[in-house]
C-alpha cells in the first residue's frame, strides 16, 4: 500500500458523488429540494434522453446572491443549518451541503441565478474538472435555473450502469410524482424530448389535492381511496388510504411523507401492513398517500446521505399512531349511501310509497318474489320493508313463520331472541312517513345458492353471501375475545431457548408486555429463556417460532402483534367454517338481515381473505351494459 495522502478535490467530490448521484433521477431529485427550500412556487424540469444528455430547472424562488454562487458549488456549502441546534431539528429538505458540489464534478453545470436586491443576473459554469468555476452576468428573472449536461461524461464506466432512456425518465417522473405530491401549493412541469409529460397546478383546497393526487397515482385512485385525518398529542396524520380491493401486486403506489419529506422507513411500512392485514389479500401491497406531521426535534433525518430513511425518537409511539389511525379508518368503512337527496340521520335514503310513483313497480316487483320465497299468497305495501333489521313484514307473515325465520338466522349468526323480532316496527321517516332504503337495499333474488341480488337507490347488489357472513362472524369473534382477553394456560412441561443477549435484555426489560400478550417468560442466564406460561389457544402451535417472532418484532419495532395475528388466523379458520356455505337457500327474510349485518359491521367490504364482499352496479353502468339511451 501507498503513503497517506490527502484526496485531490476532485476525486473526494467524484466519491461524494457515488453517494448522492446514482441516475439522473439522483440529479433532479436534489436540484428540486433544492427550489422547495428556496421559498419556489413554481418549478419546470425539462430532461432530453432521460436527463442523461440534459437536466435543466427552472424556480421562481429566493435566488443565490452574486458573492454565493462560486461558494455554492463547494462541498459542504450551505445556508440552511449554521449549528448543531438546526442539526438536531432540521426543517429543510436538504442541509448536508454535498448536492450541488456532487454533480457538478461528474457532469458540466452552468447555475444561474438573481435576487430581488440585485440589478442583472450571474452565471458561474463548471465542466467536473478542477472545479474552478467561470463566473459572468446573465439575463434571467428572480429565482435560479441550474442546467446539468452530459452527466457522468467524466466517469465513463458510472454511465454504463444507466439503463435504458426509458427507464432512466421513469425513475426520474416518480422523484416529480413523489414532490408534486409533498408539496401541493407548488406549480410543477416536467417535458421529456420537448413534450410536457406533467403541468399540474398548485392544489389549496381538498378538491384540486384530490384531482393532484389522481394526476399522479392514476384516476382510478381516487373512487377507491378514503381521505382520513387522526391527531394525537404531537402527532397528525391524513392523506388517502385505498380500500384493500384497490390492491397491488407491487409496492409500487406508497408515497408517506415525514414532515413534508418523503421518506422509505421499516417502521412506517410495518405499521401499514399491520393495519391492513386483516382485510388484504395474501401477497397483495396497499396504495396509500400519506402525510404524517410531528416536531421536526423528534424525528432525525440525518440517517442516509440520500435523505430517503429517518429514524423517529420515539418509534413505538410513531408505529402504534399510525396502525391505530389507519385500522380505524379502514374498519369504518362500510356501505354507505350518497349525502345527495335527503340523507337521513338512520344512514338511509328515503323513498315515496309505491303508491305515489315510479318506485311502486320496482318494489311491487320485490314484494312479489318476497311472498314467493316465503310461500305467502297474501300482499301489501307493508310488506315493503322485509327483513330490515333482521324482521320480516308484520302485515304478510304468521307468527309461526317469524318464529321459524328467527331460529333460522340465530343458527347462522349465534343470535336469540325471536320474541324480540316481532317487537319492532317498520323503519319509516318520522317526519316525512316515507320508507327509508338502506345502504345495501333490499335482497330481490338468490342467484345459484352464491350470490345475493339487492336493489338499492343506485341500482343493482350483488352479494357473495357466504364471504359476507364470514367476516360477520369473524368481527363478532373477534369482539368476543377482545371482551375477555387473552386467555393464558402454563406449559406442563417449560420451554427452554436461547437468544441473543439484547433479545434477553428486552425480555427483562418488557416483561409487562409480554404478560399482556399471555406469555410469561423468565431469564435463566445470560443468552437463556424460560417459557412457563403461553396463550391457551396456542399451546399446540409452535411456541419456539412464536416466542422468536415476537422478540424481533418487540427488539425492531417495540411492539408485536404476533399473538393477537395468531389468535385472529385461528378465528378467521373458525369463521369460514361457521358461515353460511355456498349453495344454501335462503328466504328474502334471511338475505336482508345479512345485508343489514353487514352494514353494521365493521371491515364488511372484505371477507377474512381479503376478498370483496358485495360489489356495486348503478344504473348508468347497467343502461351502458345494453346500449339504453344510445
Known amino acids: 500500500m501507498s503513503r497517506i495522502h490527502l484526496l485531490s478535490p476532485r476525486l473526494a467530490n467524484q466519491i461524494a458523488a457515488g453517494e448522492v448521484v446514482e441516475r439522473p433521477a439522483s440529479v433532479v431529485k436534489e436540484l428540486l429540494e ?42 459542504h456549502a450551505t445556508s440552511k443549518i ?63 435555473s441550474v442546467e446539468v449536461r452530459d452527466l457522468f461524461f467524466n466517469t465513463p464506466a458510472r454511465r454504463k450502469f444507466l439503463r435504458t432512456e426509458k427507464t432512466e425518465f421513469g425513475h426520474l417522473e416518480e422523484v416529480i410524482k413523489r414532490l408534486a405530491l409533498s408539496r401541493m401549493d407548488v406549480a410543477f412541469q416536467l417535458k421529456h424530448n420537448g413534450k410536457v409529460i406533467h403541468n399540474l397546478h398548485p392544489a389549496d383546497q381538498q378538491v384540486a389535492q384530490e384531482k393532484r393526487v389522481a394526476s399522479v397515482c392514476g384516476p382510478n385512485f381516487m373512487p377507491q381511496a378514503v381521505h382520513i385525518e387522526m391527531e394525537a398529542p404531537g402527532l397528525r396524520i391524513w392523506g388517502w388510504v385505498g380500500l384493500p380491493t384497490f390492491s397491488r401486486s407491487q409496492a409500487d403506489l406508497q408515497y408517506f411523507f415525514v414532515n413534508g419529506r418523503v421518506v422509505r422507513d421499516k417502521l412506517v411500512s410495518h405499521a401499514v401492513r399491520q393495519a391492513y392485514r386483516d382485510v388484504l389479500y395474501h401477497g397483495r401491497h396497499p396504495a396509500f398517500v400519506l402525510y404524517l406531521e410531528l416536531d421536526a426535534a423528534t ?13 423517529f425518537r420515539d418509534g413505538r409511539l410513531v408505529h402504534d399512531f399510525i396502525f391505530r389511525s389507519l385500522h380505524k379508518s379502514l374498519a369504518d368503512v362500510r356501505p354507505e349511501v350518497p349525502t345527495a337527496g335527503g340523507l337521513s340521520e338512520l344512514g338511509m335514503l328515503p323513498v315515496k310509497q309505491p303508491a305515489e310513483g315510479l318506485e311502486a313497480g320496482v318494489f311491487a316487483g320485490q314484494n312479489h318474489l318476497a311472498m314467493a320465497a316465503d310461500g305467502n299468497t297474501g300482499g301489501a305495501p307493508t310488506a315493503l320493508m322485509a327483513g330490515v333489521n333482521n324482521y320480516p313484514p308484520l302485515a304478510t307473515s304468521s307468527p309461526r313463520q317469524m318464529q321459524e325465520q328467527a331460529q333460522v338466522y340465530a343458527q347462522l349468526h349465534g343470535q336469540t331472541g325471536g320474541a324480540d323480532m316481532a317487537a319492532q316496527s317498520e323503519q319509516v321517516d318520522p317526519v316525512t312517513g316515507e320508507v327509508m332504503v338502506p345502504p345495501l337495499g333490499f335482497a330481490v333474488a338468490q342467484l345459484h345458492g352464491i350470490y345475493i341480488l339487492a336493489e338499492n337507490m343506485q341500482g343493482l347488489v350483488l352479494v ?30 417449560p420451554l427452554s431457548m436461547v437468544v441473543s443477549g439484547r433479545e434477553a435484555d428486552h425480555v427483562e426489560t418488557c ?27 396456542l399451546q399446540h402451535a409452535d411456541i419456539e417460532q412464536l416466542v422468536r417472532d415476537v422478540l424481533a418484532d418487540v427488539v425492531t419495532y417495540g411492539s408485536s402483534d404476533r399473538i393477537r395475528a395468531a389468535h385472529n388466523e385461528l378465528l378467521a379458520t373458525m369463521a369460514c367454517h361457521g358461515a353460511v356455505r355456498a349453495r344454501r337457500k335462503l328466504s328474502i327474510t334471511e338475505m336482508n338481515a345479512l345485508l343489514r349485518d353487514m352494514e353494521r359491521t365493521e371491515r364488511s367490504g372484505q371477507c377474512n381473505h381479503g376478498r370483496p364482499t358485495w360489489t356495486q352496479l348503478s344504473l348508468a353502468e347497467l343502461d351502458k351494459l345494453f346500449l339504453r339511451g344510445q
Not at 426543517?91 to 464534478?105: D, T
Not at 357466504?466 to 371482551?483: C, D, G, N, P, S
Not at 409487562?512 to 389457544?537: C, H, K, M, W, Y
Open 34 to 75: 433544492n427550489s422547495l427550500d428556496a421559498g419556489a412556487n413554481k418549478i419546470t424540469v425539462e430532461v432530453d434522453q432521460g436527463g442523461v444528455k440534459l437536466i435543466r430547472i427552472r424556480d421562481n424562488g429566493y435566488g443565490i446572491e452574486k458573492d454565493d454562487l462560486a461558494l455554492a458549488l463547494s462541498r
Open 82 to 144: 449554521t449549528s448543531l441546534d438546526d442539526l438536531e431539528a432540521v426543517s429543510s429538505l436538504g442541509f448536508r451541503g454535498e448536492a450541488l458540489a456532487s454533480i457538478s464534478s461528474v457532469a458540466r453545470l452552468t447555475l444561474t441565478s438573481n435576487t430581488q436586491q440585485q440589478d442583472t443576473a450571474w452565471q458561474v459554469c463548471t465542466e467536473g474538472r478542477d472545479m474552478a468555476a467561470q463566473m459572468q452576468p446573465a439575463a434571467h428573472p428572480v429565482g435560479t
Open 299 to 311: 424525528v432525525d433525518v440525518n440517517v442516509h446521505p440520500t435523505k430517503n430513511e429517518v429514524r
Open 464 to 493: 357473495d353471501m357466504h364471504a359476507a357472513h364470514e367476516r360477520i362472524v369473524y368481527e363478532q369473534m373477534k369482539t368476543a375475545l377482545q371482551e375477555q382477553g387473552v386467555r393464558a394456560q402454563p406449559l406442563l412441561v
Open 511 to 537: 416483561e409487562d408486555a409480554f404478560a399482556e400478550l399471555g406469555l410469561v417468560i423468565d431469564r435463566a442466564g445470560t443468552e437463556n429463556l424460560i417459557v412457563r406460561q403461553v396463550p391457551s389457544v
